[in-house]
């Protein structure tokens, strides 16, 4: 299983950007499909984006056009660029992953807080 350790939360203001890193380790990065979820208080864990082996992106809707999910496999690491923050975009902010084949992600972070102020 992969082990994974994320980076980069923090306080922003309105309409500022955040980038967030995920570095993985303990097995072979390029075969497992990446993914950023999120979870606010009293809010379920959501997608944000994920980004496949080969690099096909998919963002849920409430990112779409702000974030841009990527990875680079020399280091082991993919990213979450977050632009035009909105104080709705506060959350804990969890990497996760899973192997090409497996239908659900099942690795994760321990999370990383973003706080958005307005």
């Known amino acids: 299983q992969v082990q994974l350790v994320e980076s980069g939360g923090g306080l922003v203001q309105a309409g500022g950007s955040l980038r967030l890193s995920c570095a993985a380790s303990?097995?072979?990065?390029?075969?497992?499909?990446m993914g950023w979820f999120r979870q606010a208080p009293g809010n379920q864990r959501e997608l944000v984006a994920s980004?496949?082996?080969?690099?096909?992106?998919n963002y849920a809707d409430s990112g779409k056009g702000r974030f841009t999910i990527s990875r680079d496999n020399a280091k082991n690491t993919v990213y979450l660029q977050m632009n035009s923050l909105k104080p709705e975009d506060t959350a804990v902010y969890y990497c996760?992953?899973?192997?090409?084949?497996?239908?659900?992600?099942?690795?994760w972070g321990q999370g990383t807080q973003v706080t958005v102020s307005s």
């Open positions: 996760a992953a899973k192997r090409i084949w497996a239908p659900n992600f099942d690795s």
């Open positions: 303990g097995s072979i990065f390029r075969l497992y499909t």
């Open positions: 980004i496949t082996n080969s690099d096909n992106t």
